[in-house]
């Protein structure tokens, strides 16, 4: 079955500090990947969507980049961070069964 | 690109009745709407979903509709119960191979 290991599940940084979060999915083949974010008790933001390897799409322009080094690899950079960026982070795939999230990353920027 | 509202932003609704909500989407290539609770803290959840070949999806007190002409689908929870109560999310997979999500529902199932 198909399974989606997104971390760490919460993270405090500092602003200016560097931001790496990793996702993988595991038992699937060449899914869609997603990064969202979502502010205390708002909607989900598309950040980010690859449909294949190096193949990176933005949505929304800002300071965060995304990477798909490996087919069932997504992940969400920043080299500096601002307080704009705390929220909830959730890494989501899709294949032909469905879309489904990670247990997402709760960022508090300080 | 894909666009998807939501309706209504809240609702409240007793015991036992039933909740309908329901979206739009702007693509008429989309083929694929799923939609998810999440609740408090945790992660969206799917619950159901509906693809574009199919009116109709009923799963025990959940159903989902679709009407491909108007661009328009809605998720019906019947004998609502108070663990019914979340946010829901619709979504809609556009020509441009990407999930466009609503701006989501807080449901509230008063006792």
């Known amino acids: 079955s198909q399974t989606i290991h997104q971390w760490p599940a919460t993270l405090v940084q500092p602003v200016g500090s560097p931001l790496s979060l990793e996702c993988t999915v595991e038992g699937t083949s060449n899914p869609n990947l997603y990064w969202y974010r979502q502010a205390a008790g708002r909607g989900l933001q598309l950040l980010f969507y690859?449909?294949?390897?190096?193949?990176i799409s933005s949505e929304v322009p800002q300071n965060l980049s995304a990477s798909r080094p490996q087919d069932r690899q997504f992940i969400l950079s920043s080299k500096k961070l601002l307080l704009s960026d705390s929220g909830f982070y959730l890494c989501?795939?899709?294949?032909?069964?469905?879309?489904?999230f990670g247990q997402g990353t709760r960022l508090t920027v300080v | 690109g894909e666009n998807v509202e939501q309706h209504p932003s809240t609702l409240s609704v007793q015991e036992g009745d039933s909740a309908v909500i329901k979206c739009t989407y702007s693509?008429?290539?989309?083929?694929?709407f799923p939609w998810y609770k999440q609740e408090l803290g945790k992660r969206p959840q799917l619950i159901i979903d509906?693809?574009?070949?199919?009116g109709e999806k009923k799963d025990q007190r959940i159903a989902v509709t679709l009407n491909k002409t108007a661009k328009h689908f809605s998720l019906h929870i019947t004998e609502t119960q108070p663990e019914d109560s979340a946010v829901y999310f619709c979504a809609a997979k556009g020509g441009g191979n990407k999930l466009t999500f609503g701006t989501g529902t807080q449901l509230k199932v008063e006792l």
């Open positions: 989501a795939w899709e294949d032909s069964w469905g879309a489904f």
């Open positions: 690859s449909v294949g390897i190096g193949q």
């Open positions: 509906i693809r574009s070949n199919v």
């Open positions: 693509d008429s290539a989309s083929n694929y």
